[in-house]
């Protein structure tokens, strides 16, 4: 689990699946917004890397992390994607805010895996302090965004 042990952003490109003729909706929340855009953008490069079309990638931003919750379900309930991609950073801070938000958004997101036909992708950082954050954005450890992408690929192909 330790992402120490793992950099985000390395994988086989011949073990990814072809994101041709796929589309893909991502939702992302503007809080921490020098992480969440380069996870953003991160997931974007890479699904457009391995095929993707530009044009098949729908992009909406949310307010903040509790938020996608909302987003990724109406982008689901569309029905126009084959797979969804959630992204968030949320950084513990001095109340246990911090612990409602990420168990809400886990619980969400679950929630909407197992009740349609559309995968989520968990794409949340959740992180002591914004270096961790940024060290999985396109830091030290890789970029969170090119992994959710990499496995939207792996699940479109599996499943859809
Ligand atoms: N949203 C995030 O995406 N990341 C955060 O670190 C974060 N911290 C918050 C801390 C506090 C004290 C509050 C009130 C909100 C925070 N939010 C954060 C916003 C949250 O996800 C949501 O947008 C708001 O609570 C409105 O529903």
Request: hydrophobic content about 40%; aromatic content about 8%; glycine content about 10%.
């Amino acid at each position: 689990m330790a992402s120490e042990l793992h950099n985000l952003s390395q994988y086989d490109p011949t073990t990814v699946a072809s994101g041709e003729g796929r589309k893909v909706g991502i939702v992302y929340a503007d809080w921490n917004s020098e992480i969440t855009y380069a996870l953003r953008d991160g997931a974007i490069k890479t699904l457009t890397d391995n095929g993707v079309e530009a044009s098949d990638i729908t992009v909406v931003s949310v307010p903040g992390s509790f938020e996608l919750i909302y987003g990724a379900a109406q982008m689901v309930k569309s029905k126009k994607y084959d797979a969804v991609i959630a992204i968030g950073c949320v950084i513990r801070g001095d109340t246990p805010h911090f612990d409602y938000i990420c168990e809400g958004v886990t619980a969400g997101l679950t929630q909407l895996n197992v009740e349609y036909d559309t995968p989520v992708i968990f794409g949340l950082i959740t992180t002591n302090n914004l270096l961790q954050a940024q060290e999985r954005s396109g830091g030290r450890l890789g970029n969170k965004g090119d992994e959710c992408a990499v496995t939207a690929l792996q699940m479109m192909a599996r499943f859809k």
